[in-house]
Each structure stands twice: as C-alpha cells, then as structure tokens.
C-alpha cells in the first residue's frame, strides 16, 4: 500500500478522497491554485503545492506540473478524482513511465473509451447491447440515408466525438434527413474538430441507468449495482439514486453482466461506470463508459456499506478486490443532491460570491454531506459551482425521500443564490415520489419545479422585523450596561413613551416592491402591521443568527442572516431576500439612467460591440462578459453612446464592477 498519494483534483472529490487516505493511515498531498489557496483540500492534506493562477488550464490541467509536485513530494500514486485529468491518457501513461501509480484504469482502456464509435465497436463485439443503428466509417450521405430509412425514424444523429449531448440531432421523418445530417456534421466539425457522425434509433422517453463496475489485476472483475441518474439538466446530472425505482432482480443480473463484459472488453481495472439507456419497454443500451470515479458514486457505496475511494487505493496498489461478487448485497435506498451555487430562475446561471452563511443538516447513518466548502468560502468563476453532494439513505425509496426533503429544508446558505429549492421541488413532486423518471422529468414537469418567485409573507415580514426589533432592543440595552446613567430613561428599549402610542416604519425592498411595516411596541413585544393585518410578536435571538419567536400564537424557530441592509430569511427549506430601505440614506438612483452600468456577475470580458462617441440605440449590445461558460450581454439602456469603456477584452471583474460609462441621449423637447 502507498505511503503517500498525491490527489490530482481540488473541491469536494479531493476532501473525500483525503478522508479516505487518512483513515487508511496514507499520507495526502494537495495541489492548488491561487483561488484555492485557502480551499478546504488545502487545509485537509498533510502537504499542499502551489501549481499556478486560477484558470484550470494553467492549474489543474497541467499535468507535468503535477507529475513534478508526486515526485518531488515522494507520493507514490496520483488520484486523479473525476473530471480535470481524470480520464486523459496522457497523464496516465506519463505517470506510469514517472514510476508513479495512476489510481485508475490503464491508460489504454482510456483511450478505448475516449471515441463513442470505437467505443461501441468495442461493446459490440463483446456482445454488450447496443441502440440499433450505424457507426461506421461510411459517411458518404446516400449511403447514410439508407442506413437511416433502415433503423427508422425517428433517428437521431451523434457526432462521434461528441459527448455529454453535444452534437445530437433527432430527425423525425426521412424528408428531414439530408438537412439535419449536414447541420450535425457542421456542429461536429465546429464542436470537435471531427464531422464523423453515427446514427442510432431515437429512444422517446429513456432512463439513463449506469452501473459501477470495478476490476483488479487479477482479473477479477464485478459490478456493484446500478445508478439511476434520468434527472439532469442540459446533461448535467441534478440528482442519482440506488438503486433505480422498479429494478427487477433479473434486469438488474442482465445489465450487471453486460456492464461487466464491457470492462472485460477493454482488459479494466479499477473503479468505471456502464452507462445504459433503459427503454420503456425494459430493452436496454449501452450508451457509453466512464473510466473513472463518478461523482455520483456515494449513492452505491451507502447501499453496500462499501468505502470505493478505499477499493481504488486497494487495487491500485495491486491488492486483489475487498469482496466477490456473491457477497455484495443492496441494503435500501440512497439519493444524493447535488448543490450547487447557481440561480434556477435565471437559467441556472452560476452565482458567485462570499459563502456568507452555510449550515448543513446534522450528519449521521442517514444524512451524508461531501463537501469542498465552509462558510466563509468563496465560490469563484474558476471552477464549477458546487457547494456539496447532500447523500441520504433509508431502508426504502420512500424513507430515502422524506430524508432527502427534510435535508434539503435544513441545508443552509446566504451569500450566493443556490438552486436548494428546486431540489426540494423535485423530491416533493408526486412524480419523482412515484419513480416516473426518464431523462425528460425535469422539462416536462418544468410549471411545477420553477414557481413564480414569491413576495415575502406576513410570517417572513414578521420575521425579519422582530429580528430588527430584538436588535435594537440588545443595542439599548448594551448601551445602557455601558452608560454612567443606566436607568435614564433614554436607555429604554421598549420604545415607552408619554401619553402616544410610540411606533416605528420598517421598509422592505422586496424584489420590485417595497413593503412597509409599522412596528407598535408592547409590553413583552411588538404588534406589527403587516399586509395581511395585525399580529402581535415576540421572540428572542439565538445563537448563529437563530430567532425564536412567537408570532400571534404561533412558536416559529428560523434563521435570519444579515449583511448590511440585506436580511436573508431561512424559514421551511426556503430562504427570502429582502433589504433594509431607509430613507434617509442616499437614493438609489436608477444605475442606468446616471449612466453607469455594472458587471451583474464576476466574470471576465470577452468583447466589446460597440464604439466610444458612436450613437447606439436602448438595447443594443454593448459588451459581452463570459462566466462558468455562461454569457451575459450588456445593452444599452437607452439611446445614447458609450462614453467610455473601463475594461479592456480579456479583463476579469469583480460582480459589480463598472463596465463603462454610457452617455443617454438627451430628449429633445418638441414644443
Ligand atoms: C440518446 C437518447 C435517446 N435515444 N440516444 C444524451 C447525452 C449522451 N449521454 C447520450 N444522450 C442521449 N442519447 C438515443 N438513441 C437520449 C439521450 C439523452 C440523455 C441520455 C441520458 C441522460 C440524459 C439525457 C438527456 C437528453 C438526452
């Protein structure tokens, strides 16, 4: 067994990894890059080396830096994680000819899976079922069209170096085929540099079922039960269970031994994934393999009790497989959540910034959090979003869910938007309840998973007012404690006064409006004027922003995270954004009308369409920022001309930041 490993990977696959080396008594070495200088992986290893600027490619990609860092630091092995190096060949075969271990497949069983047609010859010949079609060479277009009218339609076109649904095209009938073959190729010679195409019968409404193989050196090869991963979004995978809802056992054996010929097929070794699409009609195909740890692979390992971060290190260091396949049995039911920092109702776009306020559910047998971050973190543009993997097991489906929703409502954050919400709509929808799941879920049950976002209810008003209120109340009397005259009168924090009913006007931006409470003080509380009426309120404040309160009656136990004039509200699995008006500050004048016009995310600026001095119309695109390979345009406000640009292409900002400076065209008066 190694000494030493060297985790190629940062985030939460590199914490989980480290937890998995440290407990084995293996000693870890970071790697990191100027963002991650104080990331949890950092702090976690026993050793930690700077590998360069933020950017994946001068970092995290760059595999003779890290292959310098294992030899230097005298690891033995290299963990790639998932993604970054995790399935480059390259890397592979240099660490083998360094003398380090790759912990994961050699380096030819990557590059077999690195093409989708290679790869299918490959399942094919091993008997590994496959969608009927053509991956062949032949891409002459009649002879593809006579391939197609053969498989039927409708059909859908891949490109074969493709992946992850980019380059597919679906053609319903065969008039559609010359203009949708020649669309496919364009993409895939503009996508990949490659316009080879294969074709395949289009499955309707299919789940996406992987199953976790694992192989040795000693031949010995086995899978571990299946994954069903159908709910993703745009091919990003958003929540994964084990086992898959309405499995039979002997489905479960057909996809078992197929998943594990496949590995055969390609001499494997060491942790991959299968994955099958699964017809309604129970027919299943091989879609494509994985040749590394999944990120989704928690699920399986709470079902079988089983560590396979401590199995990789095992095999790797030439160790034969912990179990046989007849001694690995599934107990219950696992789901795991991915969180990420992004904001559902703007596309999903990634929302970056200071973690603020991060409380997770209490871990047990139950509730498992993989996580890369803790409050105070930040997340950046560098890398992709995620806050933590939430993983729950149950003895069944439907224990499994309910720890999911409760997980979910407890999953705390303030500081970036994240899409918790959302996951709990999904967990709650009778659907997903009911295990109708296919790759569509989230399309076809769109109305229900995106509500209209809601303005704040007289119980979140009532919330964030007591908290204002109770904070007020604290200051007096620390005032009080700190003044020569404690018990003047002026130190009092219940607002008793004379002969009038004493009040004060809280204001609320909330969204696009402005809600305004009148505060009564009485005694032991306050009677609020909320929109809905009257209530009487009072409470207390608890420790990490927790407010225990009386609302009418009613005993409320939330959260309340403020930040300047923000105040965040977590209350039943939601959390409510409103921000403190008070007038006596400065206006907020409309940014645009004066003429500024910020970043609305940090990001980097990747062109410029318009002219300093040259007059444009309101809408037209003025810069275009990139972040997470998002794009955000900035049009003009109004009529008008830019009258400066403050950044340069290339240049990264800060959310917030000024981008120019745009002169309004004056509006002339006709009289
Ligand atoms: C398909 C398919 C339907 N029929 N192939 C999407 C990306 C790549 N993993 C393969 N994908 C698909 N291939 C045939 N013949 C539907 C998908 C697909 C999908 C597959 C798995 C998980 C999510 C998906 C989302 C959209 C489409």
């Not at 760059?62 to 690891?75: E, F, N, Q």
């Not at 020649?182 to 990949?192: C, D, L, Y």
């Not at 031949?219 to 991963?229: I, Q, T």
């Not at 921000?579 to 500024?596: F, K, M, Q, Y």
């Amino acid at each position: 067994m190694f000494d030493k490993i060297l985790i190629a990977n940062r985030g939460e696959i590199a914490c989980r990894v480290i937890r998995t080396a440290r407990r084995m008594g293996i000693r870890t070495v970071s790697v990191y890059s100027d963002a991650d200088a104080e990331a949890q992986h950092v702090k976690l290893a026993d050793e930690a080396y700077h590998i360069g600027p933020p950017a994946a490619r001068e970092s995290y990609l760059l595999a003779d830096v890290i292959l310098d860092v294992a030899l230097k630091s005298g690891a033995g092995a290299v963990h790639p994680g998932y993604g970054f190096l995790s399935e480059n060949a390259g890397f592979a075969e240099a660490c083998a000819k360094a003398g380090i271990v790759f912990i994961g497949p050699p380096c030819e069983a990557i590059r077999a899976m690195g093409s989708k047609s290679a790869a299918k010859q490959i399942m094919e010949a091993a008997c590994v079922p496959l969608v009927p079609g053509y991956h062949g060479q032949n891409q002459d277009p009649a002879f593809l069209r006579v391939e197609a009218d053969r498989i039927g339609y409708p059909l859908l076109i891949k490109a074969s170096a493709g992946g992850g649904g980019k380059g597919m095209r679906v053609v319903w009938k065969g008039s559609d085929f010359e203009e949708a073959l020649s669309g496919a190729k364009r993409e895939a010679m503009a996508g990949f540099g490659d316009d080879h195409v294969l074709m395949e019968k289009y499955l309707t409404r299919p789940r996406h079922i992987e199953i976790q193989v694992f192989a040795d050196s000693q031949g010995n090869a086995l899978h571990l039960f299946e994954r069903d991963c159908s709910i993703q979004r745009r091919h990003q995978k958003v929540i994964e269970e084990a086992p898959a809802s309405g499995m039979t056992t002997e489905l479960r054996a057909q996809m078992g031994k197929a998943a594990v010929a496949a590995a055969r097929a390609i001499n494997y070794e060491g942790a991959g994934t299968v994955e099958f699409l699964l017809d309604e009609d129970g027919s299943f195909y091989f879609m494509e393999m994985n040749t590394r740890l999944q990120v989704e692979h928690p699920v399986t390992e709470m079902i079988t009790g089983l560590d396979l971060v401590e199995w990789q290190l095992r095999v790797a260091s030439g160790e034969t497989m912990p179990c046989t396949q007849e001694q690995l049995v599934i107990g219950g039911h696992a789901i795991e959540a991915r969180i990420y920092a992004e904001d559902p109702n703007r596309e999903f776009l990634p929302s970056i910034g200071k973690l603020r306020h991060l409380r997770t559910p209490a871990e047990n047998a139950h509730v498992r959090i993989d996580s890369g971050v803790r409050q105070g973190d930040e997340v950046s543009i560098h890398y992709d979003p995620m806050i933590a993997k939430l993983v729950v097991w149950d003895s069944d489906r439907s224990a499994a869910i309910r720890r999911l929703q409760q997980a979910l409502a407890e999953f705390q954050v303030v500081g970036v938007t994240t899409n918790t919400v959302f996951l709990g709509s999904v967990a709650a929808h009778p659907a997903f309840i009911a295990g109708e799941i296919d790759t569509s879920f989230i399309e076809r049950h769109r109305s229900a998973l995106f509500p209209e976002v809601a303005i704040a209810s007289d119980r979140i008003l009532a919330l964030a007012a007591l908290d204002l209120m109770l904070e007020q109340s604290d200051l007096a009397l620390q005032r009080a404690s700190a003044s020569a005259d404690p018990y003047s009168p002026w130190h009092q924090s219940n607002g008793w006064r004379l002969n009038f009913d004493n009040h004060h006007e809280l204001y609320f931006i909330d969204g696009e409006q402005t809600t305004t409470v009148v505060v009564h003080y009485r005694p032991g509380g306050y009677v609020l004027d909320l929109p809905g009426g009257s209530l009487f309120v009072r409470g207390e404040r608890g420790a990490g922003g927790d407010i225990l309160a009386d609302l009418g009656g009613m005993r409320v136990k939330a959260t309340v995270v403020r930040h300047g004039n923000t105040i965040t509200i977590l209350d039943q699995g939601k959390s409510h954004l409103l921000t403190r008006h008070d007038p006596g500050a400065a206006g907020d004048e409309d940014e645009a009308a004066a003429g500024r016009l910020t970043a609305p995310m940090p990001g980097k600026v990747v062109a410029i369409m318009a002219e300093v001095g040259v007059r444009v119309g309101r809408g037209t695109p003025l810069l275009i920022m990139e972040a997470m390979k998002m794009e955000h345009t900035i049009n003009a406000p109004c009529d008008g001309a830019v009258a400066e640009f403050h950044f340069e292409v290339g240049a990264v900002v800060n959310e917030g930041a000024e981008l120019l400076n745009f002169a309004a065209e004056v509006e002339k008066t006709v009289v």
